[in-house]
């Protein structure tokens, strides 16, 4: 319209023209879009408008509602939320929730209270311009029923298997689950679940299920156990062995009940069984039953065995002496045997009951007449000889008569033994009787008392008159030669009256046998290197068996020790070490063979003629001894005032060979000796109960000896040829004068192009012949395995060699005899013991041992202090009763072991032998002293005249001094005193100084490996001023080695090294070395020095490599050398047990802590130096 009547108007659409028009303009099939109208009007007097516009938006497409949030399907929650918009702004909504009436809604819309069912959910939406949309939809399900989990397979629910495998499933379908083993975390998981790797013990199972909804099942668990431990089947009632019943009965059970049961019987298939099971009409000869357990795990046991020997046989009963017949004796006396050992026997005298016996049976007061004696003999199965008999007269007249028959020592005798008869004459008759002679006389088999060869045993009896009453007691022996024949021979006495005539007595019948076989086994070679895992092959050779009986052997290597098969190839571990490996007799598993093999780095860390292989002490260790032979009565003996020597000594001597004389707590006085010849154990319940305290005369004996005192020695046999050093054999100018299992000694005149005699006489033998000049410094302790000709074998290496240019000489002892009891050859004691005992009051040392193989001192407390009231000035007060001479002497032994032990003071702290603790010395051997405490003394471990490849490992010694000049730092571990100790190791201990001496003689070729040397004692350093060093070593100390050790002490004002003069004695040093120069038969001389670089000079030929020192603070390396890789051990393959926790090696020069703890020092350090 116009505000002028009668205007005319133009209008335009868009972009189109404009065009004259009326009002209402129209227009149609406008496109979508936006659009603009425009309308002009022109009043009558032509005046135009302006422009009038209109703009509108032209909608054709749809409007759409979309649902952008909803609650999950199925669901468990009773509220659900739903979010939605509309595809045109400004649009507005219309809810419907089921069968309910829309309305108005907005986004989001929530509704609560929903109950448990199918859902529907709808929305329509409006745009501005009123266009209504579809409706959008949403349907779902509200779940509010867990499902139910169910477990459908286990294991049992007691099993040996170390898996698990479980199957389960759900009530509702598409559930998942989490499973739970033990206290672990729940993890999802599917069915079947594995498990692996399971512990022995108790385990449960436990599995959820979740259905699509959320909702949660009930846990379903399943608890089994898990038993890896096999039972334990023991025969608790079997039959008697041997038995003469041809049924048997065992009975049996297990350790775990529930177990089943399989009985075998010899080769018969096992079968299931039940306890007892029984067998009838069994066979004569051996059987072997055998029951195995296995439990509900299904774990089987080791067979449980027993077997035992059907005797059907009666004995033989044979009477071996008799009186004899006719005689005028009332006495009677009966030997016998049976031909089964073990046999009891019943005795019948003329119409007299059977009564039990033993040979001999005696009787007394017998009237004249005639006498029969019977004898029956019941074997271990009950079987019953038939009864043998002897009848004889007692006449009435007197005469000479035997009033006590002939008796043997030993009905079975072999070349090489001794047997010994006694006889008793008496003179009966009124008158005085005169004979010529009386002997004891053996016959060998096929002869009669009328003709064939004889031999009289010696001593006889020689012509002498008898008077009325008097009786004669001849006791007489006879050695049996190779050449005497074999079989059975008979002895019996005779007399030679004033007439010529002979009077025998009965005889008495005895065995002569060959020689038991002495097997030996030898090992070839005897020492060798390898490489980490390389190969060595081994020989065996098996000497002395019997026809028929074998002569292969069994290999072994310990645990750790590489591998080797039974063909004797050795496969070397990984880990560097001197290892073991051992050949056994399969005829005699009680004989081995060893060879000793050095694997890895720790041959060329030290060069090997510089060194020797060690494998000391006991193979296999210290053997454990379980039997008690005697029980002392500690009451009686162990009261402290009681003179307990002759008790202990009776047990000592009456114990078997391989058994225990054990003293219960308490203390035992001794007023002279104890000596252990042969090879048993003296223990005690421990050094702080069972004490000895000896009270002895003023340098009289040492407390205890280990030894056949005093042995002596047959003359020497001439070495035939060089013996080089690592040799196992010896050439020897006579083999017969050895045997397998001796003990004997190699030496030699002195090579002085390294050896300084020292004007020492000790230590070394004189000549035994054949005579040769000078002494005999070098020597060495071996054992024969096995005489080949003239040939000895050696179980040990020679650790230095012997030259043919030097008279070399084997000796052995020649006496005395073996005690009763002993099987070892004369002078000589094997196995002998020592264990968890105190002891103190040794006037002429502690405990002595000489001549002693394989013997050993373990967890023994020897003491030096003396009461106060008696303490001289330079001793201690304490609980013992004083020490004189040395704690321990080693002489002339062979794999000696001292452990586990603790040895302190003197009575009197004085040079000269006075005060040493532990003494090695004459060509003592192979030995080891291990984890000792040794302390306080003038020279608490010294090496004198040593043989070679002994170990001085991982002790604690410390307070070496001498009153004569308290300034001094004594020798705390002395590698050589006197007269050549060599070839020797020291590793792992601590003490204040190791050093050698020239002042009896030199010593060579010595090792210090990975030792604490500290240069400091216990004692305050004001108490020390002189000769402070951690390593002396005098002049003439030949080719020593010092390795991988910890040296000297900060703060001391140290320097590194002192080999001339000044500065002398008084400066401190990690090193002294070529002092001494006037040293030498008894006398020192620390002031003066050899020139370091002098050929031979103890500085020029002394190697250093991979030493830490607190003066430098580095590792000292020799150049000449690139391997710096330090072996744990020169002489073990492992760690030792006695370290425990504790890091080993525990002196580690290279690493950043360059000591650990030394459980020796840890022990010292707790106040308790007992192990």
Request: one cysteine or more; charged letters at 10%.
């Amino acid at each position: 319209m116009s505000s002028q009547a009668g205007s005319t108007f133009s209008c335009k659409l868009d972009a189109g023209p404009s065009g004259a028009c009326t009002n209402p303009q129209s227009y149609s099939g406008l496109a979508a879009g936006s659009h603009t109208f425009t309308v002009t009007a022109v009043d009558p007097a032509g005046n135009a408008s302006t422009p009038a516009s209109y703009t509108w938006t032209i909608d054709l497409t749809a409007l759409l509602v979309t649902i952008t949030a909803s609650p999950a399907n199925p669901s468990n929650q009773t509220t659900a939320s739903f979010s939605f918009s509309a595809s045109t702004a400004g649009s507005t909504f219309s809810c419907t929730l089921d069968a309910a009436a829309a309305t108005a809604c907005t986004s989001p819309q929530s509704y609560t209270g929903l109950a448990a069912g199918n859902h529907a959910f709808s929305v329509t939406a409006t745009d501005p311009t009123g266009k209504v949309s579809s409706p959008a939809s949403f349907t779902w399900t509200i779940d509010l029923t867990p499902p139910v989990v169910s477990i459908t397979a286990a294991p049992p629910a007691l099993s040996n298997q170390t898996t698990a495998t479980f199957s389960f499933n759900s009530s509702e379908a598409g559930s998942t689950f989490s499973c739970t083993l033990d206290s672990g975390a729940p993890a999802s998981c599917t069915s079947p679940r594995n498990y692996s790797g399971l512990v022995a013990g108790g385990h449960t199972f436990t599995v959820t299920a979740a259905d699509r909804a959320a909702n949660l099942a009930a846990p379903a668990s399943f608890t089994w156990t898990i038993d890896l431990t096999a039972p334990v089947a023991t025969i608790t009632a079997s039959p008697a062995n041997p038995t003469n019943q041809t049924a048997a009965s065992f009975s049996f059970s297990s350790s775990k009940a529930g177990s089943t049961l399989n009985c075998k019987l010899d080769t018969a298939t096992a079968a299931a069984c039940t306890s007892p099971q029984s067998y009838s009409a069994l066979a004569a000869g051996s059987h072997t039953f055998s029951v195995t357990a296995t439990d509900q795990a299904g774990n089987a046991s080791a067979p449980a065995s027993f077997a035992w020997t059907i005797d059907l046989t009666p004995p033989v009963a044979t009477i071996t002496a008799s009186p004899p017949n006719p005689t005028t004796l009332t006495t009677a006396s009966f030997s016998f045997t049976s031909n089964q050992a073990g046999s009891t026997f019943r005795c019948t005298l003329d119409a007299a009951a059977a009564a039990a016996c033993t040979s001999p049976q005696s009787y007394s007061g017998l009237a004249a007449g005639s006498h029969t004696f019977s004898v029956t003999a019941t074997d271990q199965a009950g079987n019953v000889s038939a009864a043998t008999s002897f009848t004889w007269t007692i006449t009435s007249g007197g005469g000479l008569v035997i009033s006590s028959p002939l008796t043997l020592d030993k009905s079975t005798v072999a070349a090489g033994d001794t047997l010994n008869g006694t006889v008793t004459y008496q003179n009966t008759s009124a008158s005085p009787i005169a004979v010529q002679i009386i002997t004891i006389t053996s016959r060998p088999p096929g002869t009669t008392p009328a003709s064939g060869p004889y031999d009289d045993f010696t001593p006889t009896a020689p012509a002498q008159t008898i008077q009325p009453g008097a009786t004669l007691t001849l006791a007489a022996s006879r050695l049996f030669l190779s050449s005497d024949p074999l079989g059975s021979w008979y002895s019996y006495t005779t007399y030679q009256d004033s007439a010529l005539a002979w009077h025998d007595g009965p005889h008495v019948s005895f065995t002569v046998a060959a020689p038991a076989p002495s097997i030996s086994v030898a090992v070839t070679p005897s020492v060798a290197s390898a490489t980490p895992g390389g190969t060595i092959t081994f020989q065996a050779t098996v000497s002395g068996t019997a026809t028929g009986q074998s002569t292969a052997v069994t290999w072994l290597v310990a645990v750790g020790g590489g591998t080797i098969d039974q063909t004797g190839v050795y496969v070397a571990p990984a880990t560097a070490g001197t290892y073991t490996v051992v050949a056994t007799s399969v005829a005699d598993p009680t004989k081995t063979g060893i060879a000793s093999v050095n694997v890895g780095t720790s041959s060329n860390i030290i060069a090997p003629d510089r060194r020797t292989s060690w494998n000391p002490g006991i193979p296999g260790g210290i053997p454990s001894r379980t039997t008690l032979c005697a029980t002392l009565n500690a009451a009686t003996y162990g009261n402290g005032t009681t003179d307990a020597t002759s008790a202990i000594q009776a047990a000592i001597n009456a114990c078997p060979e391989g058994q225990v004389v054990y003293l219960p707590a308490g203390t035992y006085r001794v007023t002279s000796n104890l000596t252990i010849a042969k090879g048993i154990v003296l223990r005690g319940d421990g050094p702080t109960l069972t004490k000895i305290r000896a009270s002895l005369a003023a340098g009289s004996v040492a407390v205890i000896y280990m030894a056949n005192l005093w042995p002596t020695y047959g003359s020497a046999v001439n070495v035939t040829a060089d013996v080089p050093k690592d040799a196992t054999s010896v050439p020897v100018a006579n083999g017969s004068a050895f045997a397998a299992g001796n003990i004997v000694q190699i030496d030699q005149l002195d090579d002085t192009s390294y050896l300084f005699d020292g004007n020492c006489q000790w230590f070394k033998r004189p000549d035994y012949g054949p005579p040769t000049t000078g002494h005999r410094s070098q020597g060495q302790t071996v054992e024969v395995v096995s005489v080949v000709g003239n040939t000895l074998n050696l179980s040990t290496p020679m650790h230095q060699g012997f030259k043919l240019a030097f008279a070399p000489q084997v000796f052995k002892p020649s006496g005395p005899a073996a005690p009763a009891g002993s099987t070892e050859p004369p002078g000589i004691v094997k196995y002998a013991g020592l264990e968890k005992l105190y002891l103190t009051g040794g006037q002429n040392d502690q405990i002595s041992i000489v001549n002693c193989a394989y013997c050993w001192i373990a967890n023994v407390e020897s003491d030096g202090t003396t009461p106060a009231a008696s303490t001289a000035a330079n001793g201690t007060a304490g609980p013992g009763n004083g020490m004189k001479g040395a704690h321990v002497l080693i002489d002339r032994s062979f794999r000696v072991v001292i452990r586990d032990s603790y040895f302190h003071h003197a009575t009197n702290v004085v040079q000269g032998g006075g005060a040493y603790g532990l003494s090695f010395s004459a060509h003592t051997s192979d030995s080891l002293v291990e984890n000792n405490i040794i302390y306080y003394m003038n020279k608490p471990l010294t090496m004198r005249a040593t043989g070679g490849g002994n170990v001085v490992a991982y002790n604690y010694v410390d307070n070496a001094w001498t009153s004569a000049d308290s300034r001094l730092q004594e020798t705390t571990i002395d590698m050589g005193h006197a007269s050549f100790p060599y070839m020797e190791l020291v590793e792992g201990n601590q003490a204040a100084q190791i050093a050698t001496e020239a002042v009896w003689g030199n010593s060579g070729w010595m090792t210090l490996f990975r030792n604490y040397a500290s240069s400091q004692q216990q004692r305050t350093a004001a108490n020390e001023t002189y000769q402070i060093a951690a390593v002396a070593f005098e002049v003439k100390a030949r080719f020593m080695n010092v390795v991988g050790n910890v040296l000297g002490t900060p703060g001391l004002g140290l320097l590194y090294e002192v080999n001339s003069s000044p500065p002398g004695p008084d400066q401190k040093t990690v090193y002294r070395l070529g002092h001494g120069v006037n040293a030498g038969g008894g006398g020192d001389d620390i002031s003066t020095y050899e020139s370091p670089i002098a050929p031979a000079a103890t500085a020029l030929q002394l190697y250093r490599h991979g030493n830490y020192d607190y003066v430098t603070g580095t590792v000292v390396w020799d150049p000449t050398n690139l391997n710096h890789t330090l072996p744990a051990s020169l002489y073990l393959s492992s760690k030792p047990a006695f370290f425990g926790a504790n890091p080993w090696p525990w002196v580690d020069p290279v690493g950043t802590t360059k000591l650990y703890t030394l459980p020796a020092k840890a022990r010292w350090d707790s106040g308790n130096p007992n192990p």
